[in-house]
Every structure is written in structure tokens, then in C-alpha cells.
């Protein structure tokens, strides 16, 4: 690794490079991109494209099937299946979005400085992410939601908090890796500036490890999300979104109408599949990129 | 480091509910106004009108003396309602546990000490069911075994033990069922990995028998990342098993904390996860124990990576 490497890797344009990474991750890799690009369209222009409204409620067409215009039937409350996924999307999307931004931002610049400084800092800020190893994601939410009220905001802000911890443990080991590389001697020779030298130069160099790791991090905050949208904590009814319609729609089953909440499962577990598939070959190229 | 975390742990729970907004004379008084005299009564019983960190070393002290104070929304102490849920909740862990154990690590072995067709379907298998989540197999379970097939009730608790075992049978494979994949595929992987080792081949090639090898070489090495998984996906449990008595109407401490984390019920709240996150931390302790156990090179109070 020289100092040169960081140059080479510019060389080539941002968009060129990604689609280089995603051809090498084989048909799976491939496939779930398509399903993430689907779904993020979905979220983005999902109010649009939703054929019928999804929060009105008409009570005379409650559980009703499929039928031709109406792919998935209805839902308890007579609204359009197809619609509310559609439209969920986004809600769906957006919080583990912010999930994932928020927790590998902290994560990234605590593990940095850690690595960077060691020392006090390093100690102070590892034990301080220990402690935070004791409070899992969905009990912090459950809080969260206890002080703040439910919703989406305090949910998507202690699962962040919860997932530090976990970020920096691995981003810690791998900008200690970096940190003990001749190209950060040279720059510190030549008398750049620590945070110069992390921000330019470091973390671009672990940003393949970062980007997997966020891929995969969506994946669980998606989960964890949904569970917490299905316990009646996080987005509120009549919003659509894939976790509450699963609660609203659990009645159904005993009753004969599984679809609904089944649709929504569907839905979930493609995207978290995806996810999974997609950042663990991003993982594996992250290893094997020589170095 | 026990003792520390929960003392954080334990401040982050006083703290971040001290702050909640609302104000906890009106939460006692039910929303009516007080005459001034009853006001100055009930701060002077609750400590209201002192410090907060006066206001927590009281509330630790009473914590200490298990005395968790008292639901606005029941009148009753929350110790009380605690004690009389904890043993669904604990239940529903320990059966999900056994499962995650029994069958995580049974798959693992197998998998990994045999190569094909039998390995090729469980990697696939635990790939996806890893990413279910456990309301998703909540959801397909109650469809399945207990609308469809029958076999098993779908919602509530049971009376006596037998029952309860059926009314868990479900719950419990929800809770357990994306550990359960993850247990596996470790399990496999460090099978295999040992399996491949020098000495395990040393050990071949000498002729001992494969019972005693795969015992004392191959799985005695393999011991640490199976229990580290299998300890941080069973705590985790921890947490999981709220949504998993909602989705089967269980009367646990989970589902508990959701309905008075919806009605605001303060003093609730703070006791169940005071109580969840001290299992979660003697769960991790006793994982850190058990290293030590496996590994004497593993000195107590250190992390095994």
C-alpha cells in the first residue's frame, strides 16, 4: 500500500466503480440489487404510482380477494392492498435509511478517533460503547417511544444509538489496520494535518468496509424497525407502512383472510434478503480488494 | 465491569425517563387540579421537589430493596406485576434457547462434518430463514399450525405445564428460528474450519477413532465461536420475545413493557427494562464465564475476541 493507491482508485469514475463492484457479485448479487432498486423506487415515487388511496377506509369492502383491478384484495378496512404497499415503501425505506446514516456516521468518525488518538480517548470511548452493548435495539426504542411518544423519529434515533456500538467495533479494527500503514507516516511526515489525513485519506480507504457494512445494517434496522411499527411504536395508522400492516392485518388470519399480512411479510423479507445477500458479498470483496 | 454497566445502564433508565415530558403530579393526581397543601405533600412523599441525582440515589435505593414503586395505570406495586409475568417471558427465552442449542448447533455439526447434498440444502435453508424476522414467522406459524394443521393453540397462555408447553411450542420456534440459522451456519463454518486443521489431520492419519476426534479435536476447538454466537443471539432474545408475545397474546414482560410504554406508564417501563437489561448483561457474563471454562488460556475479566 502506498500513497499512490488512493490516487489510482480516483483515476476511475464514482459510477464506473460501482457498477464494477455490483457485476462482481455474481446473479444473487445482481438479483438483489434489482429488488433494493424496486423497492427504493418504490419509496420514492410510491404515491404516484399507487393506483388507489391508501388510507381512506371503506369498511363495505373489508377483507374482500383479489379481483382484477385489486391484485391483492383488500385490507380490514377495505382499503387496497397493492396501494398501501406501494405507498408504504417509503416509510418502510426511509427509517432504516436514516438508521443506517445516522448510526455509521457516529460510528465511523468514534472509531476513527479512537483508532486515530488512542490512548484516553480510545479507552474512554470503548468503554462507553461498552456499556451501550447492554441495551438492545428494541428495548432502547421501546424507551425512546415510553419518552418521546411513538413514531418513527424517536424509533429510528435509538436504534441508531444502538447500533454504534456495533459499527465502531468493527470500523475501530480496521482504522487501527490503516492507521499503522507507511502511506499515514508519509502524509504525517510531509505535515498533514491529522483530521486532513483521516478524512481524506483514511476513510476513503476503509469506505468499502463502510458500504458493506451499511448494506448489511439496513437489513437489521429494517427488521427491527418493522418489529417496532408492529408493536404500535413507531409509524402510526392509518400511515401505510409494512409493519404496521402486518399488526392491523394479524386479525385476518384467524379469520381466513391471510393475505394481507402475508403480502407485507413478503415484502419485508425480500428487501432484508436482499440486503443480507448483497452486503455480504460486499463484505467479502472488502476482504479479498488487495490492499 | 457487571456491577459498572448496570450502574450506567441503570442511570440511562432513570435518566432518559426523568425527562420525559409531562409532569408527574398531574400523572399521580390522574389530570386534576390540586390544591397547593396536596401538592407540597405529594412532593415531599415522592422527592419531587429535590435534586436528580438525589431523585436517583433514592430510586436506586428502593430498586436495591426491590421496591420498583407503583403503576399510575394499575395502583399496584410494579414489583408485584413484574414477579407475576416473569415467568412467561423467562419461559419463552429458555425454551427458545433449547431449540437454538439443540437444533443450531445439531444442524452445524452435521453440516459441517458431512460435505453435499444434506450440507448444500441447510446452507440454503439457514440463509433464509436467518433473515426472517420474528413476527414474519409468527405470522406464517399461527397460519400454518394453528389455523390450517390445528396442532397447536394460537394465542394466550396455558393453565399447567403440559399446556404451556403447547402454547409455547410456537412462540418459542418464532423467537428462535433466525438465531436458530445463525447458530448453524457458525457451527458449520468452525466445524469445518477446525476439521482442516493440522492437527485434526495428524490426529486422521494416526487412526483415532472419529467419535473421540470429532469430541476432543474438532469440536473442543470449535466450542469458543459457537458460544460466543449462540450467547449473543440467546441474550438477544431478550428484547425480540416483546414482539413475540404480542404476536401470540403471551401475558409477558414484554408485551407489558409495549402497553405501558403506550399508556406512559413510567414506573413500569424503567422496572421492566431494568430488569431486561440486567439479564441481558448476566447472560454476557456468564458467556464471558464459560470462555474461561473452554479455554484456560482465556483469563477471567478479559474479552475473548
Redesign the interface.
Known sequence: MTAAVPVTVRSTTRGARAVGMLRATGPAGIASAIIIAVAIFMAIFGTWLAPFDPITPNLSLAWVGPTGAHLLGYDFEGRDVLSRLIVGARTSMLGPLAVVLGSMIAGALLAVAAAWRGGTLDAFISSGLDVLFAFPGILLAVLAAAVFGAGLTAAAIALSIAYMPYVARVLRGAALKERSQPYVAALEVQGASGPSICLRHLIPNIMPLIVAQATILFGYAMVDLAAISFLGLGVQPPEPNWGVMISENQVGIPQGYPLPALAACVCIVAVVIAFNVLGERLFEQAQAAPR | MLV???L??SF??FG??Y???GNPISALSGGRSLPASSVAVLEARYHLNEPFLAQYWYWLDNVLHGNLGISIVLRENVSTLIASRIWTTAGLVLYAALIIVALGIGLGILSGLRPGAFDTSTLVTT??S???????AA??L??VF??KLGWFP?LGNGTDFLSNVRHFTLPAIALAISSLAIVARVTRASVREEGQREHVQTAVSRGIPSRQLIRRHVLRNAAIPITTVAGITI??L???A??VE??FSLNGLGAY??A???S?D?AV?QGI?LV??TA??VI?LIVDVLYAVLDPRVALGSRAQ
Open positions: 459498572a454497566s448496570l450506567v445502564a440511562v433508565i432518559a425517563l425527562l420525559a415530558p440463509a433464509v436467518a433473515a426472517i424476522p420474528a413476527f414474519v405470522i406464517v399461527i397460519l394453528a389455523v394460537a441474550a438477544s431478550i428484547a425480540v416483546a414482539v404480542v404476536a413493557l409495549v405501558s410504554a403506550q406512559k413510567l417501563v427494562s431486561l437489561v441481558f448483561v454476557n
